[in-house]
């Protein structure tokens, strides 16, 4: 898959860029002309359209005031007839008709064009007498008419006695003019010729338009192509060099560049995060040994004597002084003449590498602690059932003083507490299974505080809990998370002072796991021990057993989850469960 495509830039080789912007352009010219244009037109004809409907709602006008002279000086139908003849001989008027309540035709011009005339809407009148109605009818390829259709009103609709010219009527006149009564509908047809004449006005603008912008477009184009060949090989050079920066920066590993006094020349992001070095500090111009330390390896020496490193596992001590298991690879850097330049530097950090090796190597020798542990409790525990109960037995039938009688039941204290360590070994040895189901771990929690509550008041220690609200339900075994939690509160107990503080705390993280962190401010673990304090039949405490972290470890990790602790002797330790939404 191409994620980059460079242009070439050989000397002489023609660059198809301009041609595709030239074309761009004018095709860009070319449509905001016909945008244009067409909004031009479109504004045109709603302008005419407008200007038509004013004049026949004029002509209606005229109309109804030429029916009421006529009804005062006693027309005849066929009088109203000239009235409309006369009107429709203005050359913006097409046709026009009135139409009675019937359909029946009571006035009218050329009556060979109203013959094409589309039907009233007369459904419309009748939810809506004062609408009118406009449409544009296409009469043919070059000629148009607006038609307005409205609601009129003759005088004499209604009946002739609905006035004081009607009694004077004669009988004949006055049924003449109850065609009139009811609906009467005029419809209008306005010539859209000179919807014609803008256009083609229009279009000369715009063709006009397009030769000025053309030129103009051209000799900007020209200029463009001129000023783009001129920075076309300098745009090739930072494109190169942004890209070739952009890949350094995103490798996994670390890099260094190096010059022949061995003083930095570039450092990448990477390298920055594994030496402990801010990303805001530059390092260019600084030797190597101020970013980091390598030791048992003199990188130099190889080199210069042509040894090639690579993937070489040492020690490094970065800039916070803090020890990094590296792998290293270095060459020599040339030029096309092959005289030196300096050497590049690429490493990368195998401290999750080491932590994941110790990891299986610890779980190898707890998996064979756990088999020798399980065959050795068995033997253990089958005679010390049969101790127990000789000492029961004797201890009832003999009759015994008071002191022997002590003897008697400090020995069945014993035999019972190695049988509870005997227990905890199997435990160890063959962790049972979890049963997972929904669990409320704020609850939880509360329910375990509430069983250590009698221990912290009696060595008067503070505690300091924040649980996170709205915790989600998460699937655990209860039995056995209330086991490694109360473990963990009972040992921070145990090493805390009076007057001491013990925290729990508890919150989501990322949305996938949720975080619960016991914190102590007792004696802490010593570096020593603190390597150790997951293996079985480690402890600190006199009468520890050893096996309570370790069980909780072998928990968490059947959950899914991780346990580390982190401490400084002196201060405290926190010890962190993570476990899998």
């Known amino acids: 898959m191409k994620f980059f495509r460079f242009h070439e830039t050989r000397y002489g080789q023609r660059r198809y860029f301009p041609v595709v912007a030239i074309i761009a352009a004018v095709a860009t010219l070319i449509l905001l002309l016909i945008v244009y244009t067409s909004r031009n037109l479109s504004l045109a004809r709603q302008r005419l359209e407008d200007s038509l409907l004013q004049g026949g709602l004029t002509l209606i006008r005229a109309i109804e005031a030429g029916s009421r002279t006529g009804m005062r000086m006693h027309w005849r139908t066929n009088q109203l007839q000239t009235l409309v003849e006369e009107i429709?001989?203005?050359?913006?008027?097409?046709?026009?008709?009135?139409?009675?309540?019937?359909?029946?035709?009571l006035a009218h011009t050329q009556k060979s064009e109203v013959q094409n005339i589309q039907p009233i809407e007369w459904q419309r009148f009748q939810e809506n007498p004062s609408v009118t109605l406009t449409r544009t009818i296409r009469v043919n390829e070059e000629h148009e008419v607006f038609d307005i259709a409205a609601k009129i009103t003759l005088a004499g609709t209604g009946s002739p006695q609905g006035s004081g010219h009607g009694r004077m009527m004669r009988p004949e006149i006055a049924e003449e003019y109850r065609a009139f009564e009811g609906l009467t509908?005029?419809?209008?047809?306005?010539?859209?010729?000179?919807?014609?004449?803008?256009?083609?006005?229009?279009?000369?603008?715009?063709?006009?338009?397009?030769?000025?912008?053309?030129?103009?477009?051209?000799?900007?184009?020209?200029?463009?192509?001129?000023?783009?060949?001129?920075?076309?090989?300098?745009?090739?050079?930072?494109?190169?060099?942004?890209?070739?920066q952009q890949v350094v920066e995103s490798m996994v590993n670390g890099l260094i560049s190096l010059d022949n006094q061995g003083n930095i020349v570039t450092m990448n992001r990477q390298a920055h995060y594994i030496l402990g070095l801010s990303q805001a500090e530059s390092m260019e111009g600084k030797t190597l040994c101020e970013a980091m330390t390598i030791q048992d390896f003199d990188l130099f020496a190889a080199l210069r004597d042509g040894v090639p490193v690579l993937e070489r596992q040492a020690t490094c001590t970065n800039a916070l002084g803090r020890a990094l298991p590296l792998s290293l690879s270095a060459s020599q850097l040339t030029d096309n003449e092959g005289e030196q330049l300096g050497a590049v530097l690429l490493f990368r950090d195998l401290s999750e590498v080491k932590a994941l090796e110790d990891q299986v190597k610890?779980?190898?020798?707890?998996?064979?602690?756990?088999?020798?542990?399980?065959?050795?409790?068995?033997?253990?525990?089958?005679?010390?059932?049969?101790?127990?109960?000789?000492?029961?037995?004797?201890?009832?039938?003999?009759?015994?003083?008071?002191?022997?009688?002590?003897?008697?039941?400090?020995?069945?204290?014993?035999?019972?507490?190695?049988?509870?360590?005997?227990?905890?070994?199997?435990?160890?040895?063959?962790?049972?299974?979890?049963?997972?189901?929904?669990?409320?771990?704020a609850k939880l929690l509360q329910h375990v505080l509430a069983l250590v509550e009698g221990d912290l008041q009696a060595k008067q220690i503070h505690t300091s809990v924040d649980i996170q609200a709205a915790l989600p339900q998460i699937q655990v075994d209860q039995d056995q998370i209330t086991q490694v939690v109360l473990n963990i509160l009972l040992n921070a107990i145990h090493a805390t002072e009076s007057g001491g503080t013990v925290s729990l705390r508890a919150e989501i993280y990322a949305d996938t796991y949720v975080d619960v962190t016991v914190s102590d401010t007792g004696?802490?673990?010593?570096?020593?021990?603190?390597?150790?304090?997951?293996?079985?039949?480690?402890?600190?405490?006199?009468?520890?057993?050893?096996?309570?972290?370790?069980?909780?470890?072998?928990?968490?990790?059947?959950?899914?989850?991780?346990?580390?602790?982190?401490?400084?002797?002196?201060?405290?330790?926190?010890?962190?469960?993570?476990?899998?939404?």
């Not at 279009?203 to 051209?218: C, D, F, H, K």
């Not at 900007?220 to 930072?238: D, G, K, R």
């Not at 003083?401 to 019972?416: A, L, R, S």
């Not at 673990?525 to 909780?552: R, V, Y």
């Open 185 to 244: 509908v005029i419809q209008i047809g306005m010539s859209m010729a000179e919807l014609r004449q803008i256009q083609q006005h229009d279009v000369r603008n715009a063709i006009l338009m397009l030769l000025i912008l053309s030129v103009v477009g051209s000799a900007a184009l020209y200029f463009i192509v001129v000023l783009q060949n001129y920075s076309a090989m300098n745009y090739a050079f930072h494109t190169m060099q942004s890209y070739a």
């Open 362 to 441: 610890r779980s190898e020798r707890l998996a064979s602690v756990g088999k020798l542990a399980a065959g050795v409790a068995h033997e253990i525990r089958n005679p010390l059932g049969a101790l127990k109960g000789f000492l029961q037995y004797f201890q009832h039938k003999l009759a015994l003083e008071d002191q022997e009688q002590t003897y008697f039941t400090v020995m069945t204290h014993e035999v019972d507490r190695l049988n509870t360590v005997i227990s905890n070994l199997l435990d160890f040895a063959r962790p049972k299974e979890p049963v997972f189901e929904p669990c409320d771990l």
């Open 523 to 581: 004696k802490g673990i010593s570096p020593e021990d603190l390597p150790q304090i997951f293996d079985p039949f480690f402890s600190t405490k006199k009468q520890g057993t050893g096996l309570g972290l370790a069980i909780a470890h072998t928990i968490i990790e059947q959950h899914g989850g991780t346990i580390t602790v982190e401490s400084t002797e002196g201060t405290g330790s926190t010890f962190r469960i993570q476990l899998p939404v």
């Open 88 to 105: 429709g001989a203005s050359p913006q008027v097409v046709y026009l008709h009135i139409v009675g309540k019937n359909g029946d035709l």
